[in-house]
């Protein structure tokens, strides 16, 4: 069975679809899920909430050894306003600016766990142990012209390595505040995810609903299509 390989933050993840935040549900009515079952591929979801532009990018370079010719690979860009900072530990990251989880959360679970709710006995120690590195690197370096320009170099990069590898690939952007020109390139979506309002105090939009979800994967289909990438077309 071909895949369908899926990066992005917490938009991809499905988070938000409905209040209750109920993870199973999410999961069935995310975009690439309903994409999948549409192109009859395996979903491969690669997205995690809070997930940076460096993130997305590495985690795209980890797993192209395992993408086939026939795969269609999802990139979903977020916010330039973060940044991947690595600890000693082997593959685990703070997404800078937030500094209460790690990625994968090493938190040891709680008697409460489920699908729908995650509790815990213990927060990942190595949130404390990096505490003051992190508010440093946030206070000395977060330059937002330099996060710009380096997630607009992460997109540049990553599109045109994969044009030459000849891998089936889109690229979308998750809200409009953060739409840059390459929006024209041919495998972009012109359109965001959402038309992103920045609610006070936050620097970022609400999550995409149930319906924002449904309209990605038509849109997504369409270009699919215009690109000829899937032989389940017309499916």
């Known amino acids: 069975m071909n895949n369908l390989w899926v990066f992005g933050c917490s938009f991809t993840v499905g988070q938000g679809i409905i209040s209750s935040n109920d993870q199973e549900y999410q999961k069935f009515k995310r975009y690439s899920y309903l994409l999948s079952q549409k192109l009859n591929y395996e ?6 909430c809070g997930a940076s532009n460096f993130y997305i990018y590495r985690n795209v370079l980890k797993n192209l050894k395992d993408i086939k010719t026939n795969d269609i690979v999802i990139i979903q860009w977020t916010s330039p306003y973060r940044f991947e900072l690595a600890t000693r530990k082997d593959d685990v990251y703070f997404s800078l600016p937030f500094t209460d989880f790690t990625i994968p959360e090493l938190a040891e679970p709680g008697e409460d766990d489920s699908p729908t709710r995650r509790t815990y006995s ?20 977060f330059n937002k012209k330099w996060l710009l320009e380096s997630s607009y170099n992460l ?3 990553l599109y045109h390595t994969l044009e030459s590898l000849k891998v089936k690939h889109i690229h979308l952007y998750g809200w409009s505040e953060i739409a840059k020109d390459l929006v024209k390139l041919d495998k972009f979506l012109d359109r965001p995810f959402i038309v992103g309002v920045v609610g006070e105090g936050s620097t970022d939009p609400p999550h995409p609903n149930e ?4 309209n990605l994967k038509e849109r997504l289909m369409n270009k699919i299509i215009d690109l000829n990438y899937s032989e389940h077309q017309n499916g």
């Open 122 to 141: 213990k927060i990942n120690p190595l949130i404390k142990e990096y505490e003051n590195l992190n508010e440093n690197f946030i206070i000395r370096s």
């Open 211 to 214: 319906e924002d979800h449904f």
């Open 43 to 48: 979903e491969k979801d690669f997205s995690e």
């Open 155 to 157: 997109q540049f990069t």
